[in-house]
């Protein structure tokens, strides 16, 4: 089955532990990006990778990194979790031609965070 | 980056009745656009979308939107909807050849029979 896969899918943490959220997908997609989704706010994008060692800030990149060592894993770190990383999070996949967005993103099912 | 515009956070609508959610963009240059929905604690999924050729785009689910270019606009319609319709919907736009994606805040349907 096509999917994108997130874990953990619930994380409770505290402030300054450093924690990865991994994404997998099975596509074989080019495109990866993540997504933090804020009440009131709608989704913004982290980061995106366009494909393997090929990464680029999004509109909200600050306490954030991420890397793209394989094609089908896009792993998100906070190196030092703050309270306003509480959120949603969403990894997602496209094909990406080299146009640009225009193919459709798959998203995986979220990663409820909270940072205490 | 583009900027997107739900102008409708709440949309409660009784079943088979029409809706029409609201969307607007920041930029005239090319673009796609897309429409996305997330059912109660789920990811989201592709509604539909608009990357060149005709203005009026097909869906799934019975719905369908209007690009309009000169109100940088991509409303997106259903003429009858169902309980099941019941949803976060978010509109997002890309420029071409940029590899961003912008996303509205989003507008939450709720149905009522």
């Known amino acids: 089955e096509a999917q994108v896969t997130q874990n953990p899918r619930y994380l409770i943490t505290v402030t300054g532990k450093k924690l990865t959220v991994t994404c997998s997908q099975n596509m074989n997609h080019e495109y990866m990006s993540w997504y933090r989704q804020d009440p009131g706010l709608g989704l913004r994008q982290i980061y995106y990778s366009m494909n393997v060692e090929v990464t680029d800030k999004g509109d909200v990149p600050e306490g954030y990194k991420v890397s793209r060592k394989e094609k089908r894993n896009f792993p998100l770190i906070l190196e030092s979790p703050s309270p306003n990383q509480t959120s949603l999070y969403f990894c997602?996949?496209?094909?990406?031609?080299?146009?640009?967005?225009?193919?459709?993103?798959?998203f995986g099912p979220g990663t409820r965070l909270l940072v205490l | 980056a583009q900027s997107v515009t739900q102008l409708d956070s709440q949309v409660p609508v009784f079943e088979e009745a029409p809706v029409e959610l609201r969307c607007n963009y920041s930029?005239?240059?090319?673009?796609?656009l897309f429409w996305y929905v997330q059912y109660p604690n789920q990811g989201l999924q592709l509604l539909l979308k608009y990357l060149s050729g005709s203005t009026l785009v097909k869906g799934i689910n019975g719905f369908e939107a209007e690009f309009n270019k000169s109100q940088t606009s991509f409303h997106l319609r259903k003429p009858s909807v169902h309980i099941s319709d019941t949803a976060e919907y978010f509109c997002a736009v890309s420029d071409r050849y940029d590899y961003k994606l912008s996303f509205g805040a989003g507008t939450t349907v709720t149905v009522r029979a």
């Open positions: 930029s005239s240059v090319s673009v796609y």
């Open positions: 997602a996949s496209s094909l990406g031609l080299a146009g640009g967005t225009e193919e459709t993103q798959y």
